[in-house]
T-cell receptor, first 112, second 116 residues
Framework: NAGVTQTPKFQVLKTGQSMTLQCAQDMNHEYMSWYRQDPGMGLRLIHYSVGAGITDQGEVPNGYNVSRSTTEDFPLRLLSAAPSQTSVYFC???????????FGSGTRLTVV | AQSVTQPDIHITVSEGASLELRCNYSYGATPYLFWYVQSPGQGLQLLLKYFSGDTLVQGIKGFEAEFKRSQSSFNLRKPSVHWSDAAEYFCAVGNAGGTSYGKLTFGQGTILTVHP
């Protein structure tokens, strides 16, 4: 099992560019989430999904879109990158609420 | 809305000393509670979890945590800290049900420094 795979690991974008952060899991987990991590602020939830076709907003959803067409994949789209979106992004998946989430290794994004 | 507070941003202990990291949560019902650890430049690893039953839970690497409903707390403890425990620790609360099930909310983290 590969677990939760995030690509790319590093990315530099110019302000206004768009891109998609990829996340895939091979554990047949129903729940998937995207977080951003900024110094001193912990992990803040961007969007989450409890199954294919079902998504909901977290604490900081503005500027990000998600969709969940398959159980395995949960891509995060930045529509028009801004310097405030410079962060480390983590994708995570879980079988059910009480099982805890398994995290990917993260994507470090810099917007210049 | 659910929330988590970790009152200590940074804790320093000597190797071999005991450790307690504090976590307070806000949630309307019985929560799911978790502790994660993150080493520099790494992802998060689950240390332990609570969702029912015995309020004292054991985890990996010799850690344990106690759920105290009356205090809305879920403090992490270790009797003797090793230098390799230096990392950032996150407490998290999850929904057991309701309209936001599947949502996991994290605290701001506590950085642990271990002196030799």
């Amino acid at each position: 099992n590969a677990g939760v795979t995030q690509t790319p690991k590093f990315q530099v974008l110019k302000t206004g560019q768009s891109m998609t952060l990829q996340c895939a899991q091979d554990m047949n987990h129903e729940y998937m989430s995207w977080y951003r991590q900024d110094p001193g602020m912990g992990l803040r939830l961007i969007h989450y999904s409890v199954g294919a076709g079902i998504t909901d907003q977290g604490e900081v959803p503005n500027g990000y879109n998600v969709s969940r067409s398959t159980t395995e994949d949960f891509p995060l789209r930045l529509l028009s990158a801004a310097p405030s979106q410079t962060s480390v992004y983590f994708c995570a998946s879980s079988y059910r609420s009480g099982f805890g989430y398994t995290f990917g290794s993260g994507t470090r994004l810099t917007v210049v | 809305a659910q929330s988590v507070t970790q009152p200590d941003i940074h804790i320093t202990v000597s190797e071999g000393a005991s450790l307690e990291l504090r976590c307070n949560y806000s949630y309307g019902a019985t929560p799911y509670l978790f502790w994660y650890v993150q080493s520099p430049g790494q992802g998060l690893q689950l240390l332990l979890k609570y969702f029912s039953g015995d309020t004292l839970v054991q985890g990996i690497k010799g850690f344990e945590a106690e759920f105290k409903r009356s205090q809305s707390s879920f403090n992490l403890r270790k009797p003797s800290v090793h230098w390799s425990d230096a990392a950032e620790y996150f407490c998290a609360v999850g929904n057991a049900g309701g309209t936001s099930y599947g949502k996991l909310t994290f605290g701001q983290g506590t950085i642990l420094t271990v002196h030799p």
